[in-house]
């Protein structure tokens, strides 16, 4: 359908006949910043979508079109710098792409896309691997799906100023219906596991907060993680990341450490080896156990993290009283964005009415609401 719709702007617009690339946002069922720390993470791609349609046009220039922001942005294939706003995401993977020594010519494109920005969906890594899936078929770049997921990377890296971990743009590029995926962000090796609860629904509500990583705390906790590790490696020569550290190791040296940087570590530390508890109960079928540790989750973002907002704890610990929810967490990088709840099917028209009230009382504004289904990732349509 969208696909259709596209289709037929894009000849009003171009005169011209698009490849249209789906690729999606994605949820993350455990393992929350624990990617550029080198641990694993629990994705899988969601139903929401970044669209992007795109033709060769003989020339060296690139044209969009962002029906969103209802705006035009044009830019030639020399001298790509960052600017402000959405066209960065296209400036880098363009910038990135001819950076790997390959040879682009100018194409027309419409952006369109239903994921919501700022909810912790990853809107940014859909777009970057639409339009980088894009450009890779049109010009026969090559470039493998985790290359894509890279180049995404660097763009926020580079072009938007997020020091982000690879998790959302591999979810984008390799989600695969029906299954999460556990990565290992250490070796990159991953694995399908079937998500496979046909009684229930990954929900997620949203905070309202919307956020943007860029410029915000997001980096600090980076470089947080970061100093641990450097004091840890003063006694270990082999610890290169916190995947390398134990919690024991950490109580050891926990007098040299800043107690932030402390607090910090002993999250991601304690996150890393609450995902491999929870993919044990998951591969069992035990939703339960799996949801007591996205609860506990949330408590280390909450409190040693301190990731979270008063919207998104509100939601979260509200969540635990309604009946049929069987874990509830804040999700992806956080100030805001989304709740990730996994509800009995029969319990979410119910759970949906009482977490929006409870919510709206408290804080004037009715809580989106989306009851996703796991999809496969970036693919022409
Ligand atoms: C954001 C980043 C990811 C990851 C999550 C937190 O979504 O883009 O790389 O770090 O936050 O798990």
Redesign the pocket.
Known sequence: MIAEQLRKQFRELYNNEPLVIAAPGRV?LIG?????NEGF?LPGAVDKKMYVAMAENDTDTINVYANQFNETYSFGLTGIKPVNGWMNYLLGVTFHIQDRGKKLRGVDVIIDGDVPVGA?M?SS?ALTSAYGFALNEIFHLGFSRMDLAFIGQKTEHTFVG?M?????QFASLHGKAGHVMRLDCKSLEYEYIPFNFPDYNIVLVNSMVSHS?AGSE?NVRRQQCEEGVSMLKKHYADINSLRDVTLDVLELHRQELPAIVYDRCWYVVSEKERLMKGCAALAKGDLATFGLMMNATHQGLSKQYSVSCTELDFLAERAGFIDGVMGSRMM??GFGGCTINIVKKDAVASFTQKIQAAFEQLFKIQPYVYVTQIEDGAKAI
Do not use: K, P, Q, R
């Not at 929350?32 to 550029?36: A, F, I, N, S, V």
């Not at 982000?164 to 959302?168: L, T």
């Open positions: 993350n929350e910043h624990t990617d550029y993470v912790g990853s890594a997020v982000c971990g690879i998790m959302d990583l997001y992806g990088g």
